[in-house]
């Protein structure tokens, strides 16, 4: 199979509505790749027509709204606790497009690159998985809940520019989830649901990993243009976030996904 191939793969996951059939099809392609039936061949893929799937398939359900018109519901009554999973299921299933968007959008990357967020990818379906079979044991199912669209607009914003899709959304958006996850994890056991903190704390440990790959290909393009990586990282904080971060942040995990102190420091001053 041509890298070309793979490029196409890629924006079928992406393209496909059902997320039902998309972990499937995610699973199948990433075990392609796996087996070395689906390879990057850069120069091939540099000369081959491919035109990125512009935006993720979508189901007719959940109903998109804005983050503010969200409804709060404590964590002390089983609708509570749905509701909680369904965020973190539509995340994770965003999560899935995100992946696949960096392997068709951005085909002048190191076969390594697509390599990476493909396996991104393939985690991001399991842990929408697990999300989906534990809504159906509360008695739901995944759009049974409204849910907003922020991490597609963040893709939107930085579709022109890997430096900045790798800078904002693994390093931004999906760093959040480190530091918000422990806290969820912590209401979620002492309202006695541990099934469902059990599975929380399997995805953050893993989105550790999949932090640290954009700070990795964040470096990596930093070096291959000549840019400082700390300075660039926080202008395109200034430009796209207007230099906003909420705290307090998981220093521990994000040490551990490729952060330094020094931006720590810096993220801290930020602060809102």
């Known amino acids: 199979m041509s890298g070309c191939e793979l490029l196409a793969a890629a924006a079928r996951c992406l393209a496909e509505p059902d997320p039902a059939a ?3 099809l995610t699973q199948e392609t990433t075990a392609r790749i796996r087996a070395g039936e689906l390879r990057r061949d850069l120069r091939r893929d540099l000369r081959a027509a491919h035109t990125p799937q512009a935006a993720p398939g979508r ?8 983050p503010r018109d969200l409804p ?3 964590l002390d009554q089983p609708e509570g606790r749905a509701a909680l999973v369904h965020a973190v299921a539509h995340i994770e299933l965003n999560a899935i497009n995100l992946a696949w968007d960096a392997v068709q959008r951005f085909p002048a990357m190191p076969a390594a690159f697509a390599l990476d967020w493909a396996r991104v990818a393939d985690d991001e379906a399991r842990h929408f998985a697990m999300l989906q079979a534990r809504l159906q044991a509360l ?11 922020g991490l597609w607009q963040m893709a939107e914003a930085t579709a ?3 430096l900045a899709r790798m800078a904002l959304v693994p390093r931004v958006l999906e760093a959040r989830g480190l530091d918000v996850t422990p ?3 912590e209401r979620l056991q002492r309202a006695g649901d541990t099934a469902t903190a059990e599975r929380l704390e399997v995805i953050l440990r893993e989105e550790v990993a999949h932090v640290a790959i954009g700070s990795h290909w964040l470096r990596w393009l930093c070096e291959q243009r000549g840019l400082a990586p700390r300075e660039t990282y926080f202008r395109l904080l200034a430009k796209h976030m207007q230099g906003r971060i909420r705290c307090p942040l998981n220093r521990q995990a994000r040490l551990a996904a490729g952060f330094d102190e020094a931006e ?9």
């Not at 008695?139 to 669209?149: L, T």
């Not at 720590?264 to 809102?272: F, I, K």
Request: glycine share 10%; aromatic share 8%.
């Open 72 to 74: 709060r519901r404590g």
């Open 264 to 272: 720590l420091a810096q993220l801290e001053a930020l602060c809102r």
């Open 22 to 24: 998309k972990v499937r």
């Open 183 to 185: 806290g969820m994890i």
């Open 139 to 149: 008695g739901y199912e995944y759009g049974d809940f409204p849910a907003h669209d």
């Open 160 to 162: 022109h520019d890997v």
């Open 59 to 66: 189901p007719q359900r959940p109903v998109l709204v804005s």
